[in-house]
């Protein structure tokens, strides 16, 4: 609880009240929190915050352990509930707020909101867990075109799939998909029966998980080009062209759940050099309104939409490339996950 200490105000008081050690039935069949922390304020109000803490906490785990202090919360009638762990990974904060409920771990990683005495206190730590051993997990991480095919396969496909059909389907191997499943499982981005398929993809969340390993400018080669006579134009040049491309960013976005009107267009392509001459652009430092990318992998081109003629990436490699991008691109990657989410029916299949 340092970390705490040190973010109040120095007339603010902290207490932590553990109870006495547990009989071995006691440690099996908890019937209270692991700790009580009291937090006074200067004008006399305090709260009582019922602490659990736990040597590690898969995300999975989140439900049962918010069950678990909602009982002890019921019990006392005390409000508020927090956990506590050497470390907590990003989806484990995410849910444990989405649960109400407050955390801290060694890294710094704090969370803790009162009505009263009002107070509201966030500070991150460390993403990543520093105290995990090689061989921990055999995945640590969505980047590379492996990983993001099995990815876009999960979130573009209806569940139920086993790992054989997904690499099937996904065109990877079954180690690659198993070794995607064992880290998406424990984060709960995806639900599995025992030994069994796939029953669950939450995919909305499973996108923004990727793009925080993914990157569109740093994943992809890029350049960036101007279309002299502006993007209406592109689009045309684009309805004839006879080399495969996809477009992706703020444009593709705009065709479903439009922000603002689109500056920069971003164009998958297999050949950079080809692209630039057939669509006779010009290369272009600064004032560029074209981004041409050559994909790591051709999933880009895979589960593609077309509209009046152009081909537009899917809605998830569009998410994830706008989540990943500069400026406002992340507001529309969010728009445009709502619209996912509100017409599910019209990309999931």
Not at 52 to 77: C, F, M, N, S, W
Not at 292 to 308: C, N, S
Request: aromatic share 6%; net charge positive; proline share 8%.
């Amino acid at each position: 609880m340092d970390t705490l200490r040190r973010k109040l105000p120095s007339d603010w008081c902290v207490a932590v009240d553990s109870p006495a050690p547990a009989t071995p039935v006691q440690a099996r069949f908890p019937a209270a929190a692991d700790a009580r922390l009291t937090i006074r304020a200067p004008d006399g109000s305090r709260a009582t915050v019922l602490v659990e803490t736990k040597r590690h906490l898969d995300p999975k785990l989140v439900p049962i352990v918010a069950d678990q202090l909602a009982q002890y919360r019921r019990r006392t009638g005390e409000l508020a509930g927090m956990v506590v762990a050497p470390f907590l990974s990003p989806r484990a904060r995410e849910l444990l707020t989405e649960a109400g409920l407050a955390y801290a771990d060694g890294t710094g990683n704090l969370r803790l909101t009162l009505e009263r005495p009002a107070l509201y206190i966030e500070t991150d730590g460390a993403s990543s867990d520093p105290w995990a051993k090689p061989g921990d997990r055999p995945l640590r991480s969505l980047k590379g075109p492996t990983a993001g095919r099995v990815v876009r396969a999960l979130c573009d496909l209806r569940p139920p799939y086993g790992v054989e059909q997904l690499a099937r389907r996904s065109g990877t191997s079954l180690g690659s998909v198993s070794r995607v499943f064992a880290l998406l499982d424990p984060e709960a981005l995806i639900t599995r029966e025992p030994r069994g398929p796939v029953t669950e993809v939450k995919w909305a969340e499973l996108i923004r998980r990727w793009a925080t390993d993914y990157a569109f400018a740093r994943t992809n080669t890029t350049r960036t080009v101007l279309e002299p006579r502006g993007l209406p134009a592109l689009r045309e040049k684009l309805k004839d062209a006879t080399f495969r491309y996809a477009i992706t960013g703020s444009l593709a976005a705009a065709q479903v759940a439009p922000i603002a009107a689109p500056r920069l267009v971003a164009v998958y392509v297999n050949d950079i050099d080809r692209a630039t001459a057939v669509l006779l652009l010009r290369p272009a430092e600064t004032g560029a309104n074209v981004v041409l990318a050559e994909p790591v992998d051709r999933v880009v081109f895979e589960r593609t939409r077309d509209y009046d003629g152009v081909t537009y990436a899917a809605p998830s490699q569009v998410a994830a490339d706008l989540l990943t991008g500069p400026g406002r691109g992340p507001a529309e990657g969010e728009e445009l996950l709502r619209w996912m989410q509100e017409h599910e029916d019209a990309w999931r299949s």
